[in-house]
């Protein structure tokens, strides 16, 4: 009994560690500002898969594919 009990809490500390993490979530766009988000296909940035855009009024827009090469940028609306 002792012998089971202790293997379960193995595996089970086993799969806590081995758990993959969820993506990083990227930095909310600050208020009065408009935040593009440009996604490729490879770290080189070889091929445009995807883009998101958050306006200056609260709108968004998003199309393609998200991966986890991209490029941010925020500038500060006028």
């Known amino acids: 009994m002792i012998r089971r009990t202790l293997i379960a809490a193995a595996l089970a500390a086993t799969a806590l560690v081995t758990l993959p993490a969820g993506p990083?979530?990227?930095?909310?766009?600050?208020?009065?500002?408009?935040?593009?988000?440009?996604?490729?296909?490879?770290?080189?940035?070889?091929?445009v898969v995807g883009g998101s855009v958050e306006g200056c009024d609260g709108s968004s827009y998003a199309w393609g594919v998200r991966t986890i090469y991209k490029d941010w940028s925020e500038t500060p609306c006028s």
């Open 24 to 47: 990083a979530q990227a930095r909310a766009c600050a208020l009065g500002s408009r935040c593009v988000t440009t996604y490729y296909s490879d770290g080189i940035g070889s091929q």
